[in-house]
């Protein structure tokens, strides 16, 4: 007959939840061609860099299997009315190398790159300062409202600042 501590350590690791040497279960759910806008108005200029990847995350998943969707299946909109807003500017290009090759990419795959206008006013940007894959509209919250009201869902990147490496917590 088993003790009351045997007991005990059993109803313990019952309510520890599963066996810890199980795998994680892997799902593909349905998924919709998506419409969505990120909305990129950060402090830090170079948190654009980050903030692409949440463009990545989202759009290249779907590109492979199981949903195997096109670019051209996509409507993806990134508006742009921070900081950030310097990435765009040609004479910015060495500084922003990376992030603007990457906005170049996605917008050869399909990604749509607006920029408010009254935030390159700001910074005394004219339309000729800015990249060709760059499209000014009037305002980035009266755009940002119009792409939500034709059925657009509205992702903002969180932009944290990294404190380890993954190495470091792996």
Known sequence: MPNRYSS???IISLMAGPNVSQ???VIT????EPKVVFDFFFEDPQHIASALYWVRSTISPLYDEPYNMAPEMMDVVVMIH????VTLAKHNYEKYRESVERMKYYHALGVEFRACSLAASDYSYQ????YDFVTLVP???TDL???QMQGYALIMPLI???KYSIEEIR
């Open 8 to 10: 005990l350590l059993l």
């Open 82 to 85: 921070g900081t950030e807003i």
């Open 23 to 25: 795998a994680a279960q």
């Open 145 to 147: 409202v119009q792409l």
């Open 29 to 32: 759910p349905e998924y919709e």
């Open 139 to 141: 305002s980035a919250p």
């Open 127 to 130: 339309p000729d300062d800015l």
């Open 160 to 162: 944290r600042t990294k």
